[in-house]
């Protein structure tokens, strides 16, 4: 049986008395994450003690979780003459500091090694270009030290500037200089949205062209700006992303998955992030035929709550799992989803993905006229989906769609399966569909429905998806 990876990003933690903190580290979280279908934490977060490590490790190999271990040891590799967080730059490092720093990283990983939940590392998050050297150089010394653990890095979406482009996300006083950057972003290559794809292109090469991955993932949150004419919408910005990395899977012969935001943890310009919507992206990865998913955070992290600018650490409206270890919403949204997806995963990923379409008109609350004349507006999701994978006519036929739908077509055993996807967070979508000669069974949220053919309607609930699975 084939299962979606069901990824966290953020760890429980230890007791934190300094900050009134009880331990997450509890089987009552864990039972909450098996619950959910968890089956990976990513180990980066504020608690990095020995002892919360282990002890995460021993409640993963209880409960059957993959943990990946986080070690701030990642910092020096990546360290820059720009942005260093106080350490020598990578590129500096004489032969002897080199082989120290290899040392100390191996070291460390290895004290680990024990534990059978243990399957690999997290490197990094959102590296910015000037620091894959230190990454790839990591990532060779890691797998001839490790074999048969998996290196990962997450990889930052295109809503970025030429800064961030080569030094990811760090404060700078002043622009990168000329000297550290290897080329020029100009031309075609110009970080403007019209290029998105060619500077984005070169981004991501920078390491996918250089190592294999075993898996790969980007994070964007589709949810977190909100334009005072419109209604809520989705970031263009997401679903690009989503076909873009669905091209580099591809081409590179990887696992993919792509970050879901699970709430507005950040104190927010629009509405609290609904159900819907958090829906609406893990299906878009269903559509585009991902590997699984990513959730953040899923615990609400420590550092949000002794920082400036967060909320919602506590009332149920941010993380899977709260700050004092109880379930959020999310958790209970994301518990039914995987109800539904553990009887379609297995046929969906042993499927060959063909392509995409999307039908009838987008309306979530604003028009077109209304967005019309607003600066950055190609930011707003409005219907059309990305060139990637785009197919100009399908099998199934869509006769009419109260909203905007997209379908995607896959093969098993040249039996077709079609998913499809209403857009709309806040609309149910009725469609009517007519398929191609055979019987049909349909998997939704709902449930089950068998021997389906010719013209059917669909009524599908905001931000959710179904299956049609020929027989």
């Given at each position: 049986?084939?299962?979606?990876?069901q990824?966290i990003?953020?760890p429980?933690?230890?007791?934190?008395?300094?900050?009134?903190l009880?331990?997450?580290?509890?089987?009552?979280?864990?039972?909450?994450?098996?619950?959910m279908?968890?089956?990976r934490?990513?180990?980066?977060?504020?608690?990095?003690?020995?002892?919360?490590?282990?002890?995460?490790?021993?409640?993963?190999?209880?409960?059957?979780?993959?943990?990946y271990?986080a070690t701030?040891?990642?910092?020096e590799y990546v360290?820059?003459?720009?942005?260093?967080?106080?350490?020598?730059?990578?590129?500096e490092?004489?032969k002897?500091?080199?082989?120290?720093l290899?040392?100390?990283?191996?070291?460390?990983?290895n004290?680990?090694?024990?534990?059978k939940?243990?399957?690999g590392?997290?490197?990094?998050d959102?590296?910015?270009?000037?620091?894959?050297?230190?990454?790839?150089?990591?990532?060779?010394?890691?797998?001839?030290?490790?074999?048969?653990?998996?290196?990962?890095t997450?990889?930052?979406?295109?809503?970025?500037n030429e800064?961030?482009?080569?030094?990811?996300?760090?404060?700078?006083?002043?622009?990168?200089?000329?000297?550290?950057?290897?080329?020029?972003l100009?031309?075609?290559?110009?970080?403007?949205?019209e290029?998105?794809?060619?500077?984005?292109?070169?981004?991501?090469?920078?390491?996918?062209?250089?190592?294999?991955?075993?898996?790969?993932?980007f994070?964007?949150?589709?949810?977190e700006?909100?334009?005072?004419?419109?209604?809520?919408?989705?970031?263009?910005?997401y679903?690009?992303?989503?076909a873009?990395?669905?091209?580099?899977?591809d081409?590179?012969?990887?696992?993919?998955?792509?970050?879901?935001?699970?709430?507005?943890?950040?104190?927010?310009?629009?509405?609290?992030?609904?159900?819907?919507?958090?829906?609406?992206?893990?299906?878009?990865?269903?559509?585009?035929?991902?590997?699984?998913?990513?959730?953040?955070?899923?615990?609400y992290?420590?550092?949000?709550?002794?920082?400036?600018?967060?909320?919602?650490?506590?009332?149920?409206?941010?993380?899977?799992?709260?700050?004092?270890?109880?379930?959020?919403?999310?958790?209970?949204?994301?518990?039914?989803q995987?109800?539904?997806?553990?009887?379609i995963?297995?046929?969906?990923l042993?499927?060959?993905?063909?392509?995409?379409?999307?039908?009838?008109?987008?309306?979530?609350?604003?028009?077109?006229?209304?967005?019309k004349?607003?600066?950055?507006?190609?930011?707003?999701?409005m219907?059309?989906?990305?060139?990637?994978y785009?197919?100009d006519?399908?099998?199934?036929?869509?006769?009419?769609?109260s909203?905007?739908?997209?379908?995607?077509?896959?093969?098993?055993?040249?039996?077709?399966?079609?998913?499809l996807?209403?857009?709309?967070?806040?609309?149910?979508?009725?469609?009517?569909?007519?398929?191609?000669n055979?019987?049909?069974t349909?998997?939704?949220?709902?449930?089950?429905?068998?021997?389906?053919?010719n013209q059917i309607s669909?009524?599908?609930?905001?931000?959710?998806?179904?299956?049609?699975?020929?027989?």
């Amino acid at each position: 049986m084939k299962h979606f990876v069901q990824t966290i990003f953020c760890p429980p933690n230890d007791k934190f008395e300094e900050y009134n903190l009880e331990s997450r580290l509890t089987d009552e979280t864990f039972r909450y994450l098996k619950d959910m279908k968890i089956n990976r934490i990513l180990g980066w977060g504020w608690d990095s003690r020995e002892s919360s490590i282990i002890k995460t490790l021993e409640l993963c190999e209880k409960y059957d979780i993959e943990y990946y271990l986080a070690t701030s040891i990642s910092d020096e590799y990546v360290a820059i003459p720009i942005a260093h967080k106080g350490h020598k730059p990578f590129c500096e490092l004489t032969k002897e500091e080199l082989d120290d720093l290899d040392n100390r990283f191996i070291n460390n990983f290895n004290k680990y090694t024990s534990y059978k939940a243990l399957k690999g590392i997290i490197f990094a998050d959102e590296l910015g270009y000037l620091m894959f050297p230190g990454l790839l150089h990591a990532k060779e010394v890691f797998e001839k030290a490790f074999p048969g653990y998996d290196f990962y890095t997450n990889f930052l979406s295109y809503s970025i500037n030429e800064n961030m482009f080569w030094a990811s996300f760090v404060p700078l006083k002043e622009d990168v200089p000329e000297e550290l950057k290897p080329f020029k972003l100009e031309g075609k290559n110009s970080i403007t949205f019209e290029n998105r794809y060619n500077w984005f292109n070169v981004f991501v090469d920078g390491l996918l062209a250089n190592a294999h991955f075993n898996c790969i993932s980007f994070d964007k949150y589709p949810y977190e700006d909100c334009f005072a004419k419109t209604g809520p919408f989705m970031h263009y910005g997401y679903i690009d992303g989503v076909a873009f990395f669905r091209n580099k899977k591809d081409q590179y012969h990887s696992n993919f998955f792509s970050y879901i935001g699970a709430g507005t943890w950040f104190k927010p310009s629009r509405h609290q992030q609904t159900e819907e919507e958090f829906l609406l992206t893990m299906n878009i990865n269903v559509l585009y035929g991902l590997d699984g998913f990513g959730y953040f955070p899923g615990f609400y992290p420590i550092d949000f709550v002794v920082e400036d600018g967060f909320k919602n650490s506590d009332n149920g409206l941010a993380g899977l799992i709260d700050i004092n270890g109880k379930p959020t919403k999310f958790y209970y949204c994301l518990k039914s989803q995987n109800e539904y997806f553990s009887r379609i995963e297995d046929d969906i990923l042993s499927s060959s993905f063909i392509g995409v379409k999307s039908y009838g008109k987008y309306y979530n609350g604003f028009t077109y006229d209304d967005i019309k004349d607003m600066p950055d507006n190609e930011v707003i999701y409005m219907g059309d989906i990305p060139h990637f994978y785009k197919m100009d006519k399908q099998s199934i036929d869509v006769i009419n769609a109260s909203n905007n739908v997209v379908i995607s077509e896959f093969n098993k055993d040249n039996k077709k399966r079609f998913y499809l996807v209403n857009m709309s967070t806040l609309y149910s979508n009725d469609v009517t569909i007519s398929l191609p000669n055979g019987t049909y069974t349909l998997e939704s949220i709902e449930g089950t429905k068998s021997n389906l053919s010719n013209q059917i309607s669909i009524s599908i609930k905001p931000g959710q998806g179904v299956y049609l699975i020929e027989d």
